[in-house]
């Protein structure tokens, strides 16, 4: 048995579990935000359509989280730039490119240089811009600074001004909100160690806290604001960013102590980036013209998604396998 694995915080297994429940709360939460589209909500209806697209956000979360996690981790392993970059290139570039380049090659093909651009920095896809421009401030950190000190606090400066460079810009909260997650999972990989020492000791009743916190946070979000005095959007971002920051640290510790991961969510978790990029296209484009309930059309939606997802990470994944391919591993 490798003890090293032993000593991982958050097992492959694990992470993949969390991603795929991530996977479907993104999902969920844009069904929910189009299920306006087809008949209006009221009473009940409406509190679990505003509820469920409120999910989105916190799958964000959990990938960022994940993500940090795993990119010290594969590098810390590693220590070769070169390598660490080729595998991300493939592992989750190469698969974007082909996917949503089918998407786009679908539609019409693009328009101008500029919507090429556009597809090949992942800007139309916000959730794989910003993860990119995490990967390349990463790499180059990691790469440069020899400090486990410094270079935490450089990337989490680099966090800062790229999300308040974001804000500026007036993008939505959505493309800079769980940027902070992603810089936490990397000091959680950095201090691993340490992080496993504290949430060994972190009895249920801290657990019973944080959770209480986000029903508290899930409540004030369906029914109104933290605060009637919070009416700036300053003071609402931070309010998220502090609901964010709750509900990383309590899937954290929660991940670090699960041992339930049954296949299905695993095999889903796995395929993610795939249900991330082709879940819309599925259902707008493919399922929603039929003359089906809503309800129908976005079951139909979800079930090709799935099978749709699963079915290019094996491709994909046997592409790496065979002899021009071939490498020992790879890391989400």
């Not at 991982?8 to 993949?16: A, E, I, R």
């Not at 991940?255 to 969510?265: H, L, T, V, Y």
Request: glycine share 8%; charged share 15%; aromatic share 18%.
């Amino acid at each position: 048995m490798d003890k090293g694995k032993n000593k991982q915080l958050l097992s492959k297994q694990v992470t993949n579990w969390f991603r795929g429940i991530a996977a479907i709360m993104i999902v969920l939460s844009h069904y929910a935000e189009w299920w306006i589209w087809f008949t209006p909500t009221e009473g009940y209806a409406e509190i679990l359509r505003v509820s469920l697209s409120k999910m989105g956000i916190y799958g964000v979360d959990i990938f960022f989280l994940l993500s940090g996690y795993a990119m010290v981790k594969s590098f810390g392993r590693e220590r070769k730039c070169r390598t660490f970059i080729k595998r991300r290139v493939e592992n989750v570039y190469i698969p974007y490119l082909i996917v949503v380049g089918s998407i786009e090659l679908l539609e019409g093909g693009f328009e101008s240089l500029q919507a090429f651009l556009s597809f090949g920095c992942g800007y139309d896809y916000w959730y794989m811009f910003v993860l990119f421009m995490f990967y390349i401030g990463f790499v180059i950190i990691w790469a440069i600074i020899g400090s486990r000190e410094v270079r935490v606090i450089i990337f989490a400066l680099f966090t800062f001004v790229f999300s308040y460079i974001l804000y500026n810009k007036g993008m939505q909260e959505f493309w800079y909100v769980s940027n902070i997650t992603f810089a936490l999972g990397a000091i959680v990989g950095e201090y691993e160690e340490h992080v496993k020492q504290m949430v060994n000791k972190v009895g249920r009743f801290a657990i019973f806290i944080l959770s209480a916190g986000m029903i508290y946070v899930i409540y004030t979000g369906v029914f109104g604001n933290v605060s009637a005095s919070i009416e700036s959007e300053a003071g609402r971002i931070w309010e998220e960013i502090g609901a964010t920051l709750v509900w990383t640290v309590l899937v954290l510790i929660v991940a670090a102590k699960w041992k339930f991961c049954d296949k299905a969510i695993i095999a889903l978790g796995k395929s993610s980036l795939y249900v991330y990029l082709t879940h819309t296209y599925i259902f707008m484009k493919c399922i929603n013209y039929f003359e089906y309930s809503f309800a129908l059309r976005f079951l139909i939606s979800a079930v090709i998604t799935v099978a749709f997802s699963v079915l290019c990470n094996l491709i994909i994944t046997g592409l790496h396998k065979l002899p021009f391919g071939k490498r020992r591993g790879a890391d989400a």
